[in-house]
């Protein structure tokens, strides 16, 4: 079968024969990327980076985010996010669509346990093509800290409530006929990992600390139950079989820390 999904927005995955769409609620943030280690009590880092994120199979999202925290202590960090996220590339040739563009943001506390493990847990929300959505999740950081250049894999997993969703009829082409799907989001799970590197720059005493040059790779896994509620066209309307839903995503990330 034709497999679609949309994760924030309409990204569309095919792998088969027939037909359908998946709809998810989104995830609190976009995968996270960073060491383990916290900023320092009273030390704020200001990041800004980008990435790439495309559907096994399927289409592409684009993201750039922007990050700041805090050192409340030498182990505890608060920690905000904000993130933009666009779809390109997508197999979609259908005449109606909902929007391309959706929203997050993210509010969190990270916790040194060692040097090499820290804990992670935050509340994020936003808006996209059918509706909001609040979200909760934790993980873990494993990385091997070190002055020169520090591997880290980031994890971490959570759940999405659909807030105020609304139901939208997708349409799309597929070996030349035209498919109309009702669909409305479910509550959503999600897993991720990031494997990736920390160059740190030290500047010593003066107004900007250090900086720290991130990239990695990033792997998310959605699942939820099928938010399809029905084909639609011609004004009429058919059920369909109900079924479990998942997908996944590779990504490739990079950001710029400066921290003051």
Known sequence: ???????????????????????????????SLESAATVGEGKTGVALGGGYHGEL????????????????????????EASLLGSVNSNDTGTEQPGRYGALGYVGLKRAVTDYLSLQAGLGGGGYAFGGFVAASG????AWEN???VPFLSTEIGTSLPVG???????????GKLHSQLHRPS??????????????????????KSMNLLGGMSLLYLMSDDSRIAN???????????DFQDSGYVGLQGALEVVF
């Open 1 to 31: 079968m034709s497999k679609f999904s949309l994760w924030f927005l309409p990204v569309f995955a095919m792998v088969g024969a027939g037909c359908s769409v998946h709809v998810y609620s989104p995830p609190a943030r976009v995968p």
């Open 57 to 80: 199979f399927g289409g592409e999202i684009v993201a750039g985010t922007g990050r700041v925290r805090h050192g409340l202590d030498d182990k505890t960090d608060i920690v905000g």
């Open 139 to 142: 993980g873990a950081v494993l």
């Open 147 to 149: 002055p020169y250049v």
């Open 165 to 175: 969703g609304t139901e939208q009829v997708v349409s799309f082409e597929d070996d």
């Open 187 to 208: 509550v959503t799970g999600y897993g991720s990992a990031t494997l990736g590197l920390r160059i740190p720059i030290v500047f010593g005493d003066g107004p900007i």
């Open 232 to 242: 639609v066209g011609q004004g009429t309307r058919s059920p369909v079989d109900s």
